[in-house]
């Protein structure tokens, strides 16, 4: 899955790469611990969560590509090497399915170790700020038409730090911050417009 341009807050240790489509593999992956507790996480691996787990397993391949390098390998690994139920338990397993990954949360209750299935998504941020040399517009856009990825961190204000492969198509695995709320907010002389469009669905892994 991917499809994706180059999101502002990219994780910035590695070049980018990305792949095209969500394109299903099911295998046998490796483990990893990190960030906040699952509802139906056990605490294995050194006392960690199964959402730590699934966080650090995806931490540690920043930069580099994993398996066929589609999004959905990175997250199917993750959660088989956490013990955690992954697609294939939820339904049938296709190339662009809209997969479910847990039991559905909502943005408010969404934390590290969740994941986050997009169809058809796209943000737009437009920072203006004026001062006395005048008024500055910066940009940024970034798209995700069929893609999966992991919740490292959870920012406020509708911002979401994600742990991503194949975004934009070809890419390593990487660090992106992504949006899910439209608004104006200000600060000082600066503005910040956000909009968000498509569609996405938050999911909290659960134990095999």
Known sequence: ??????????????????DDGTSARIESPT??????DAKSGDAK????????QIVRFARRLRGRRLGDGQCFTLVDRALRGA??????????VTPNADY?????????????GDLIQFRDYTYERVVVTKDDTGTTTDE?????PNHTAVVESVDGN??????EQNAPDGSAVRRSQLYFTSGKTKSGNRTTTIT?????????PEAR
């Open 158 to 163: 509708g911002a979401v730090t994600v742990l």
């Open 100 to 112: 479910q990954w847990g039991s559905s949360v909502t943005l408010a209750d969404l934390q590290p």
């Open 31 to 36: 483990p990893g611990p990190v960030g906040l």
């Open 140 to 144: 940024d856009a970034g798209d995700r």
């Open 83 to 92: 013990d955690a139920k992954s697609a294939a338990d939820y339904g049938r």
């Open 1 to 18: 899955m991917g499809n994706g341009k180059a999101p502002a807050g990219i994780d910035l240790d590695t070049p980018d790469d990305v």
């Open 45 to 52: 691996q050194g006392g960690a969560s199964m959402a730590e």
């Open 196 to 204: 968000v469009r498509g569609t996405f669905w938050f999911y909290r």
